[in-house]
């Protein structure tokens, strides 16, 4: 605790030499804080954006496998109409 005191007395140099350690030191510290909050907001950002491209992807792929079952039932029922079984069951 004493050796830090010291550095700010004696000579003009000495002093000069820790004032500016200490603002190179408090530079560095903002620097790193700084950087740090940006990362975690960049980071937040991509995630957001990776789940909403996710989400559109998703209901993409539910979108068609849905109008494909819906071809398939289509298909099925008019199937069903060719065959007189069918066809008297579809009729009522």
């Known amino acids: 605790m004493k050796r830090i ?6 000579s003009i140099r000495r002093r000069l030499m820790a004032w500016g350690l200490a603002l190179l030191g408090a530079a560095l510290v903002i620097n790193t804080v700084a950087g740090s909050i940006f990362t975690q907001r960049q980071i937040r950002q991509s995630n957001a954006e990776l789940q909403k491209e996710m989400a559109s992807l998703t209901a993409s792929h539910i979108r068609h496998l849905m109008m494909r079952k819906i071809e398939r039932l289509q298909d099925a029922g008019v199937a069903m109409m060719l065959y007189s079984l069918g066809a008297s069951e579809q009729n009522c």
Not at 5 to 10: A, C, H, V
């Open 5 to 10: 005191i010291s550095l700010f007395k004696g």
